[in-house]
């Protein structure tokens, strides 16, 4: 359940705090596969602390890919997707409709908020 680094298909390191994640992906080209967290759909700030406000930011948001099934989704019953990085900044940055990838070629977009 933690965050785990991979490159060219290998698995790097398990586990990664949030200064391990920084330091391994400083000056690398890095994207961020993520899925909803909970029944609440909270992408940011839940069980996942060591995706820090410095490293969304050194990845870049247009480098985060957004997983889940359909039926996730709809369990939100049309709630928005939740980000709460604890930098209300980022927070605010990551509002919106993001395009969340549901399955091979199935994406959907989807609202975020905060």
């Known amino acids: 359940l933690g965050v785990d680094l991979v490159k060219d298909q290998t698995l790097i390191a398990q586990d990664l705090t949030a200064a391990q994640l920084l330091e391994h992906t400083q000056g690398q080209k890095t994207k961020l596969v993520i899925t909803l967290i909970g029944g609440q759909g909270h992408i940011f700030g839940r069980g996942n602390q060591q995706l820090s406000p410095a490293l969304i930011r050194a990845i870049g948001t247009n480098n985060i890919i957004v997983i889940a099934t359909k039926t996730k989704l709809q369990a939100l019953n049309g ?36």
């Open 79 to 114: 709630r928005p997707l939740i980000c709460d990085t604890g930098d209300s900044s980022l927070d605010d940055e990551l509002t919106g409709y993001i395009k969340v990838t549901c399955g091979f070629n199935d994406h959907i977009m989807y609202a975020v908020g905060y």
